[in-house]
Structure formats: C-alpha cells, structure tokens
C-alpha cells in the first residue's frame, strides 16, 4: 500500500486515493467488458455445433438457457456476498471461472461438454454483473466525488451490452477467415480473460471487509418497502426488454442460416452485434437525459422494432430482419439503463450489491424462459412463424411493463 512518504511533492493523500480510483474504474470497465463478450462468443457457432453433434435447433436454445440458469444461479449465490467480501475479491473469482469455462470451450466439444461450458460461464457472470456495477459506482464515488452518480450508472448499462454485443462480432470476424473456428476465439478470450484477471489486481477495493463475516444467505432482494413498487415494476420491464436479446442470440443464426440461406458467421455475428450494439448506443447517446424521455423513447423503439421483426420474419427479409434488430435493441438499451438507474437509487447503500443483483436476476429471468419456450415451439413450427408470435407477445409486455414504470416513476 502506498504511503504518505511514497506520493509525489505536492500530492496529498486523498489526492493519490482519487487517482487511483479514476484509474481503477477504468480497469474495472476494461475487465467487464472482456468478461461480457466472452459470454455471447459462441453465438454465430452454434450451427457448426449442430453439424458437429447434429442436434435440433431446439438443442441450441437449450445451449443458450443453460448460460441463463448459470447467471441465475449465480446471481442467487454470489451475485450479492461483494457486500461484504469485497468488490474486486469476487471479480477476481469469477474471472477465474470464466477462464476454466474457455478452458473447456478449447479441450471439448461434444453437446454435454458444451452445456457444461455454457452453465459456467453464465455461473460466473452471474457473480460478476451487479458486483461490478456496484463497484463502478463506488470508484466513481471515489475518483470523482463532485461529478453526476448517474454517469457510473450509464457507463456500467453501456459496458453491460456493449461487451455483449462485441462477442458476436469479434467471433465472427476470427472464424471466418481464420481455421479451427471451434477453438481459435476461445484461446484469443483465454489470454484476454488472463490480462483482465491480472489488471483487476491493480483496481482499488471499495468494500471494508468486516471484523465479524455475517452468515451466509442465498441471494435476497434488499429494497425499501415504500420503494418496492418501483423496483418492482423496472424489474419487469428489464424482463421483458432482456427477451428480446435473449430471442435475437439464440436464433439469430438458425434464422440466417436455416430460413435464409446464407452460411455466414461473419454475417450472424454482425446482425447480433447491431441489435445488442444498438443498445449500448442508445444509452451512451440517451442516457443522460430524464427518466420518462428515455422510457418512452425506448417504448417506442422496441415497439417499432418488434413490429418490424414480424414483418422480416414473415416475408423473409433479411433488411427489415436487420432494422428491427436494431431499432428493438436500441430500445432495450434505454429500458434496460432505466431498470437499472432505479435500482441503484431505491437501495440503500449496504444493500446495493443485493439490490443490484436482484434487477439482473429479473433480467435473466425474461431473457432464458422466452429462449426455451421458443425453442420448443421450433420443433413444431417453423423459424418465422415463431419470431411473429414471439414478437407479438413481447410487444404486449412491453407495452404493459414500460407504462407501468413511467407511472411509477412520475410518483
């Protein structure tokens, strides 16, 4: 730990402290993006699994869901325990799950091993999403006691899907023109989740760890009572809004490639990389600007998009396919930074890891049941009847679900 005596001329120590926490929010968002990519990674692999296995489609929506029970699980075990453990301890340690669930991703490829693989790496971000929204809020706190809070909040939203919408691209561009597309973007991520992991060393902790370690408890959900109905109601518009990724990952490839005919990674990865790239925009873009401007603006983003997903699946357009996807997902993005700008500001500050955890268990909730139920309905029906009916649901959800928190939210 650095001194007094150790600082340059002139810098105090609240100076230095204030550095380093500038310094280590950055880190912190390096890191996080790293570990958010990694989890979309596969998405333009999943025909070349089914061709290796030669599995149903149905199978890769049950690849995917078992990534979202692994976020669920671990949002229900750790997702909360950087309270009082510490911020960067459990980066540290779901980072390393992350680079044992690549390890496996590189050694085996057979459907069991991939679900193992998956469930992992859902495990392990499951810790990491609230725990490192909690801990950007606190750097910036820290590092910059006189600025907006709200900044840390859109900063973590942007990274949150911006990572994820980097995976698909960056996958797709190394296995198209690369060989061994099943293990060359697994050990391209070992070695970043390795510089991550090393960089997260250097960040500052922001929780005290206690004299006395308290018990133990799955995850809780910690909100205020006079505030729960606002938590309530950002919960289930995360949910719905969350679907909509959650259907765009999973079946964007079957859709391209079974329904469409075009055999193009590059291709799948960069229409995922626009709806979930979108969202991270829009935020950035938007995110600054009051609650109710960024709800119905986003409302009518994702209910344009939807309706524009209907159509593309319907007459097979890969254009409008494309547009919905980004109109939808710009819309999430806004919905999604609204969610989360309400939990941090309903919890209290030695709740806020629970709290924090409990909005992304919503979201993860709304973005594994709709990928199962689609990919029942695919064994019966074909891909762009399914997008239709999904699309039309998804819109009555959200419709009901973001008019509910503009409500709340002008209380």
């Given at each position: 730990?650095?001194?007094?005596?150790?600082?340059?001329?002139?810098?105090?120590?609240?100076?230095?402290?204030?550095?380093?926490?500038?310094?280590?929010?950055?880190?912190?968002?390096?890191?996080?993006?790293?570990?958010?990519?990694?989890?979309?990674?596969?998405?333009?692999?999943?025909?070349?699994?089914?061709?290796?296995?030669?599995?149903?489609?149905?199978?890769?929506?049950?690849?995917?869901?078992?990534?979202?029970?692994?976020?669920?699980?671990?949002?229900?075990?750790?997702?909360?325990?950087?309270?009082?453990?510490?911020?960067?301890?459990?980066?540290?340690?779901?980072?390393?799950?992350?680079?044992?669930?690549?390890?496996?991703?590189?050694?085996?490829?057979?459907?069991?091993?991939?679900?193992?693989?998956?469930?992992?790496?859902?495990?392990?971000?499951?810790?990491?999403?609230?725990?490192?929204?909690?801990?950007?809020?606190?750097?910036?706190?820290?590092?910059?006691?006189?600025?907006?809070?709200?900044?840390?909040?859109?900063?973590?939203?942007?990274?949150?899907?911006?990572?994820?919408?980097?995976?698909?691209?960056?996958?797709?561009?190394?296995?198209?023109f690369l060989p061994h597309p099943l293990t060359v973007p697994y050990a391209v991520w070992i070695a970043l989740l390795a510089l991550a992991f090393?960089?997260?060393?250097?960040?500052?902790?922001?929780?005290?760890?206690?004299?006395?370690?308290?018990?133990?408890?799955?995850?809780?959900?910690?909100?205020?009572?006079?505030?729960?109905?606002?938590?309530s109601a950002a919960a289930v518009a995360a949910a719905a809004a969350f679907s909509v990724l959650g259907v765009f990952t999973s079946l964007t490839?079957?859709?391209?490639?079974?329904?469409?005919?075009?055999?193009?990674?590059?291709?799948?990865?960069?229409?995922?990389?626009?709806?979930?790239?979108?969202?991270?925009?829009?935020?950035?873009?938007?995110?600054?600007?009051?609650?109710?401007?960024?709800?119905?603006?986003?409302?009518?983003?994702?209910?344009?998009?939807?309706?524009?997903?209907?159509?593309?699946?319907?007459?097979?357009?890969?254009?409008?396919?494309?547009?919905?996807?980004?109109?939808?997902?710009?819309?999430?993005?806004?919905?999604?930074?609204?969610?989360?700008?309400?939990?941090?500001?309903?919890?209290?500050?030695?709740?806020?890891?629970?709290?924090?955890?409990?909005?992304?268990?919503?979201?993860?909730?709304?973005?594994?049941?709709?990928?199962?139920?689609?990919?029942?309905?695919?064994?019966?029906?074909?891909?762009?009847?399914?997008?239709?009916?999904?699309?039309?649901?998804?819109?009555?959800?959200?419709?009901?679900?973001?008019?509910?928190?503009?409500?709340?939210?002008?209380?």
């Amino acid at each position: 730990m650095t001194t007094t005596s150790q600082l340059p001329t002139g810098v105090s120590p609240d100076t230095a402290s204030r550095a380093r926490h500038r310094r280590g929010f950055w880190i912190v968002v390096g890191a996080f993006t790293v570990l958010m990519a990694f989890t979309t990674l596969p998405t333009p692999l999943y025909p070349l699994y089914q061709q290796h296995d030669g599995f149903p489609t149905f199978v890769i929506t049950l690849i995917f869901a078992a990534y979202g029970l692994g976020v669920m699980s671990g949002l229900y075990l750790a997702g909360h325990v950087s309270d009082y453990l510490g911020r960067r301890r459990v980066l540290l340690a779901a980072t390393a799950v992350e680079l044992v669930s690549a390890v496996l991703f590189v050694l085996l490829q057979d459907t069991g091993s991939l679900l193992t693989a998956r469930f992992l790496c859902g495990l392990g971000i499951g810790a990491v999403t609230a725990t490192a929204t909690a801990h950007l809020a606190e750097l910036h706190a820290v590092g910059r006691p006189d600025a907006d809070g709200r900044f840390a909040s859109v900063v973590a939203g942007a990274v949150n899907t911006g990572g994820l919408a980097l995976g698909p691209l960056v996958s797709g561009l190394l296995t198209q023109f690369l060989p061994h597309p099943l293990t060359v973007p697994y050990a391209v991520w070992i070695a970043l989740l390795a510089l991550a992991f090393s960089a997260l060393l250097l960040a500052p902790e922001t929780v005290e760890r206690p004299a006395v370690r308290p018990p133990y408890h799955p995850q809780r959900v910690s909100v205020e009572p006079d505030a729960r109905p606002h938590f309530s109601a950002a919960a289930v518009a995360a949910a719905a809004a969350f679907s909509v990724l959650g259907v765009f990952t999973s079946l964007t490839a079957s859709f391209v490639g079974g329904t469409l005919g075009l055999h193009s990674r590059l291709l799948t990865g960069s229409i995922v990389f626009g709806v979930i790239g979108a969202s991270a925009v829009s935020q950035i873009a938007l995110g600054s600007r009051d609650v109710s401007d960024r709800l119905r603006t986003g409302m009518a983003a994702m209910s344009v998009g939807l309706l524009l997903v209907a159509i593309g699946a319907w007459t097979t357009s890969l254009p409008v396919f494309t547009v919905a996807g980004a109109l939808a997902g710009a819309g999430v993005g806004l919905v999604f930074n609204v969610a989360i700008t309400t939990a941090a500001t309903v919890s209290s500050p030695e709740n806020r890891g629970e709290t924090l955890a409990g909005m992304f268990l919503a979201a993860y909730a709304g973005i594994t049941v709709p990928v199962v139920a689609a990919g029942v309905a695919l064994t019966f029906f074909s891909a762009p009847a399914v997008l239709v009916v999904f699309a039309a649901i998804v819109l009555v959800a959200v419709m009901v679900s973001t008019t509910r928190l503009l409500a709340r939210s002008a209380t």
